[in-house]
């Protein structure tokens, strides 16, 4: 165990978020498999069964499906492996043989016929969805939400564990009865085992700087990159979707994102990356009042690795943070945010479709004015 971590105790802290409906979350025991393949729910005496398939995703390792019973009260997810002996599957069997929970996704392996899957209980979305929503997340929100990862990898450190792939879209939520929202991590074959060799299923999207020449070993199975991944992740939160301004040009957040991701970030120059980490916090920092926070995510995306600060200093700078807080704002409900947001990816759709159709008789019109010419000239 590594020093400062003794005294570790796992938060169970949820944010507060208002308006929102329960979702309800089932005990992942009581699910089981009939004869015919289908999965039911024991409630009581009752057998509620989940047939109702929805594709909801699809991964390197396989499709996932919400599963549910006719009126969607009851619902689970279901993930149906392309290989029957992929890691994920491999590291959930060991997690739950350590008993490790350190507030990941809940996951129970099931067979049939031979066949692996897994289920997990239902999220309603990740991270990366809320983002999308509401465009950005209040620094206090995003502060208290980083110290729970924090939290939850500083658990999996003192198992023997570690996450790579630390990103919006790999942070899923639900929520309670009292409309607060719970964070857990997902996609557990993201997860690496720092005492055994054995591989990863996901590699890391924000690979930082320093081990991009360094491509054997555990890629992003390191404190080090963790706590790089938490600073992009930060900002991923907390910035603006406009983004920021180098000299007379507008570098929005999504633009932004992905001259960091790994595929990109060898291309471009350290002094250009470090600009951009730095107008990025100042504007998610404007005032002074927020100095130490703002110098300690500047730490954790410090390109010398020894520089940056292990998940224990982060912690004990957040920790005095109160975790119940409000996510949504200004806002009435969540609801009216999604139904701002459906339309949105409406209207997108729409031109989508439009632009489409358009080209479409552009090229129609084009071939047949193409073709009346050539017939023109022919006669002639």
């Known amino acids: 165990m590594a020093s400062g971590q003794n005294n570790f ?4 802290d949820p944010i507060k978020v208002p308006g929102i409906h329960t979702t309800k979350y089932l005990d992942l025991d009581k699910i089981n498999i009939s004869d015919k393949g289908i999965l039911y729910y024991e409630d009581g005496n009752t057998k509620i069964y989940l047939d109702k398939e929805t594709l909801i995703g699809k991964g390197a390792g396989g499709k996932i499906y919400r599963s549910s019973n006719k009126d969607k009260t ?6 149906d492996f392309f290989y029957n002996d992929d890691h994920e599957i491999a590291m959930i069997k060991k997690l739950n043989d350590y008993g490790v929970d350190c507030n990941l996704i809940n996951a129970r392996l099931i067979t049939n016929q031979g066949i692996n899957f897994v289920i997990m209980n239902y999220m309603p979305g990740s991270l990366y969805n809320l983002i999308e929503i509401l465009g950005k997340l209040s620094i206090e929100v995003s502060l208290t939400i980083l110290k729970q990862l924090v939290n939850n990898l500083q658990c999996l450190l003192t198992k023997g564990f570690k996450y790579t792939d ?9 929520f309670d009865v009292e409309d607060k929202i719970i964070v857990k991590f997902g996609d557990l074959g993201s997860i690496c085992d720092k005492y055994t060799e054995d591989p990863i299923s996901s590699y890391p999207s924000w690979k930082s700087w320093d081990i ?11 404190e ?3 706590v790089w991944a938490l600073g992009i992740l930060f900002i991923d939160m907390a910035l603006p979707e406009k983004g920021i301004m180098v000299g007379d040009k507008n570098i929005n957040k999504k633009y932004l994102k992905a001259i960091f ?4 970030i060898r291309k471009n120059k350290e002094e250009n990356l470090q600009e951009y980490i730095e107008k990025a916090l100042a504007k998610i920092f404007p005032s002074e009042e927020m100095g130490k926070y703002k110098a300690l995510i500047k730490e954790m995306l410090n390109f010398e690795p020894s520089a ?3 998940l224990q200093h982060i912690y004990d700078i957040l920790k005095p943070r109160t975790a119940i807080t409000t996510i949504v704002g200004g806002y009435n409900s969540y609801k009216k945010i999604q139904r701002k947001s459906q339309r949105k990816s409406q209207r997108k759709s729409q031109r989508k479709t439009q632009r489409k159709t358009q080209r479409k008789t552009q090229r129609k019109t084009q071939r047949k004015t193409q073709r009346k010419t050539q017939r023109k000239t022919q006669r002639k």
Not at 74 to 79: A, E, Q, R
Not at 166 to 174: A, D, F, P, T, V
Request: glycine share 4%; proline share 2%.
């Open 9 to 12: 105790v796992l938060l169970k």
């Open 74 to 79: 009851y619902s689970i997810v279901l993930k």
């Open 166 to 174: 630390i990103k919006s879209e790999n942070i899923l939520y639900r």
């Open 212 to 222: 991009l020449d360094k491509e054997s070993g555990y890629v992003g199975c390191d």
């Open 224 to 226: 080090k990159e963790m």
């Open 261 to 264: 991701h790994f595929t990109q």
């Open 308 to 310: 940056r600060p292990t």
